[in-house]
C-alpha cells in the first residue's frame, strides 16, 4: 500500500511575521501622540490660567470686568442688616465672571479716607479645572486663600465703619471710580454697587438743608458733577433710616434716578436691606 507524502510546510515570509509587530507600533505611537496632545494642552491651559501674582487679574486679557463696591455706613448696620448684605455680596461675587476685578471703598468724612482698594480678580475656583491638566487643590487654595477671603475681610471692615456726621455720598462714589485703575476707560462690562441709605449729606449737596435734584442742579456744585459712568449697571442696597428731618422723602430717590441718568448708568436696581 502506498503511502500518502506530507506536504512540507509552507515557511512564513519575513513579511508575514512583521505584520504581528504592526499593532504594538501603532499602539505605540498612539500613546506618544495622546501624551504629546496632554502636555501641549497643559501648557495651554497654563497660559491661559496665567494670573498677574498680585491682582490675580489675568495676564492674557486682563479683568474681563470690573466691580466697585461703595460702602456708605456713616450709621451702623443692624446685626440683619450685616448678614444680609454679606450674603447679598457673597452670592454677587460667585455669579462674576472668573477675572472680574473688584476694588472697594468707603463713605467717610475726610477726603484722605477716599479711594479704592487694592485692585483683585476672581481666579479660577477648584470647580473650573480638570484634574487632568491642574492641580485642582492648589487652585482651589489659590481661590479661598487669595481672593475670597481678604474681600471677605475688606467687606467686614467696611461695614464695621464708625459713626460720621456727614455722608458725602456722590464725592467718595467718584473718588472710588478715579482711584480704580483703568475704570474710566475700560470698554468691557462695569459694575457699580452702593450700599447706603442715600442720604447725601456735605457742602455739595444735603437732603438735611432741604436740598433736591432741581436745587443741585441749579447750585454751582452741579458744574462738579463727573460723568463717569457710560453703560454701568448700578445696584444699591439702600438702608433704611430715619427720615423724619427731611421735608419730603420721595425727593431721595428721584435725586438719585437723575444723577445716575446723568452720569450715563444704566437704570440703578434697589435692593432694600430690612430689618422688621
Request: net charge neutral; charged share 20%; with cysteine.
Amino acid at each position: 500500500m502506498a503511502r500518502l507524502k506530507r506536504k512540507p510546510a509552507r515557511r512564513r515570509s519575513s513579511r508575514d511575521g512583521g505584520w504581528g509587530a504592526v499593532p504594538y507600533v501603532i499602539g505605540a505611537f498612539i500613546a506618544v501622540g495622546v501624551l504629546v496632545a496632554a502636555l501641549y494642552l497643559k501648557g495651554q491651559t497654563e497660559d491661559q490660567m496665567a494670573v498677574d501674582p498680585e491682582t490675580l487679574c489675568p495676564i492674557s486679557t486682563g479683568p474681563v470686568a470690573m466691580t466697585v463696591i461703595l460702602f456708605d455706613l456713616t450709621d451702623p448696620l443692624t446685626p440683619a442688616q450685616s448678614k444680609q448684605l454679606t450674603q447679598y455680596l457673597d452670592l454677587e461675587i460667585a455669579n462674576t465672571a472668573t477675572g472680574t476685578e473688584f476694588t472697594m471703598g468707603v463713605v467717610r468724612e475726610e477726603p484722605a479716607d477716599w479711594g479704592a482698594t487694592e485692585p483683585l480678580c476672581k481666579p479660577r475656583t477648584g470647580s473650573d479645572v480638570s484634574q487632568l491638566t491642574q492641580n485642582v487643590r492648589l487652585v482651589t487654595q489659590r481661590y479661598q486663600e487669595r481672593f475670597l477671603t481678604p474681600v471677605r475681610d475688606n467687606i467686614q471692615r467696611m461695614i464695621a465703619a464708625a459713626a460720621a456726621k456727614q455722608s458725602p455720598i456722590m464725592e467718595a462714589l467718584q473718588t472710588l471710580i478715579a482711584d480704580t485703575p483703568n475704570f474710566l476707560t475700560y470698554g468691557g462690562p462695569r459694575k457699580v454697587i452702593v450700599v447706603s441709605d442715600l442720604l447725601q449729606h456735605s457742602e455739595a449737596m444735603s437732603f438735611y438743608r432741604g436740598d433736591d435734584w432741581q436745587s443741585f442742579a441749579n447750585s454751582a456744585s452741579y458744574s462738579r458733577l463727573g460723568k463717569t459712568l457710560n453703560g454701568a449697571e448700578v445696584t444699591i442696597f439702600a438702608v433704611p433710616r430715619e427720615v423724619a428731618k427731611i421735608k419730603d422723602p420721595a425727593v431721595i430717590e428721584d435725586f438719585w434716578l437723575r444723577y445716575f441718568d446723568v452720569q450715563g448708568s444704566q437704570l440703578p436696581t434697589f435692593k432694600n436691606l430690612g430689618d422688621l
